[in-house]
């Protein structure tokens, strides 16, 4: 029974990103249809709504699938991995570090494109992950859960400082930086995604291969070294794939807020806690979610638009608020 329950999840999962790809490709201030999508790639003649759909929706669609995914992945492998149910992006400074390397730059070299702004934040989240991970122990071969969410939130505090320090002394970058902080998934050209894609899609493909290391994982450090795994090894090889997918998901859309947090719950209660199952669902639970919430974020305050960012933090927040009053209410 419980098995069919899943089954019907998962088709209804897909239909929902269906329904929400479908959505983002021709929901918005510009009113486009399917048809209109289908002409744009098979005959297109320039005119504003074939411009939209192939300079603007097409990126913004393909990127919310990719950083969506990729923050959904990572956000089951980080809270496997530190055994911490709050563990995202941000408990491992990948965030602050990707933040601290776009700033640099920009501020500093004249004229520098948004592409290359975007190369800059992926390069500073895989040297921060790496900083973590030494700082951690992983030089003496010594690396605990613990000591990971320590050093992340330690390496953190020291980057946003000072990012903060830098843009406070030049007023005129503060307003890209802020938008880029909240985290959006509009704006990026096809190059930068074509660019960045293999790097997720290569780590979609290792993440979900780890599933068995994450089930003898779970039965703690010491029984998975006596069941014959290298737990250091395996832990400096879930860091890497998680900072691969996480600094790219930065520097393709900024630090989109709470997908790392939510989607492991949703994947746990609707599809249970085997990672066989849970790592790939969770791409495409994560994908869903980025899609559908930068759908909403056209139309909150139509016709401007919300940063795709402010969208899930507020959706997170509230999942969050749910959860705690569901909790004291079963303790009540």
Not at 218 to 229: C, K, T
Not at 273 to 287: E, H, N, R
Request: aromatic share 12%; glycine share 8%.
């Amino acid at each position: 029974m419980y098995q069919h329950k899943r089954f019907a999840y998962f088709v209804l999962l897909v239909l929902l990103f269906i329904f929400s790809c479908y959505a983002s490709l021709t929901f918005g201030f510009i009113h486009t249809t399917w048809g209109d999508v289908v002409d744009a790639l098979t005959q297109f003649n320039n005119s504003q709504e074939h411009i939209v759909i192939i300079y603007s929706r097409i990126p913004r669609t393909v990127n919310a699938i990719l950083t969506g995914g990729a923050l959904g992945i990572s956000g089951v492998m980080l809270q496997a991995l530190t055994k911490n149910q709050l563990a995202s992006a941000s408990i491992l400074g990948i965030n602050s570090g990707a933040s601290l390397f776009l700033v640099v730059p920009l501020l500093f070299l004249p004229n520098v494109s948004w592409s290359v702004l975007s190369l800059f934040a992926f390069v500073g989240a895989l040297l921060t992950a790496i900083l973590v991970y030494a700082i951690s122990g992983g030089i003496g071969g010594k690396v605990s859960s613990k000591d990971l969410v320590l050093g992340g939130t330690a390496i953190s505090t020291l980057f946003f400082s000072l990012t903060q320090a830098l843009l406070y002394s030049n007023n005129a970058a503060l307003e890209d930086v802020l938008y880029w902080m909240t985290g959006s998934v509009e704006g990026k050209k096809m190059e930068i995604i074509t660019m960045i894609a293999p790097f997720i899609i290569i780590g979609f493909v290792v993440a979900c291969f780890l599933h068995k290391g994450f089930t003898t994982f779970e039965l703690g450090d010491e029984m998975a070294s006596s069941l014959g795994m290298k737990v250091v090894e395996f832990k400096a090889i879930v860091l890497l794939v998680v900072s691969i997918l996480c600094g790219a998901s930065v520097a393709l859309a900024g630090p989109v807020a709470f997908v790392c947090l939510v989607t492991p719950y949703i994947v746990k209660h609707f599809f249970g806690t085997k990672y066989q199952m849970m790592l790939p669902i969770s791409i495409l639970v994560g994908a869903s979610m980025l899609i559908a919430s930068d759908v909403l974020s056209r139309f909150i305050l139509f016709p401007k638009e919300l940063p795709v960012g402010a969208v899930t933090a507020f959706g997170g927040g509230a999942f969050f608020i749910y959860l705690f009053l569901k909790r004291e209410k079963n303790h009540d």
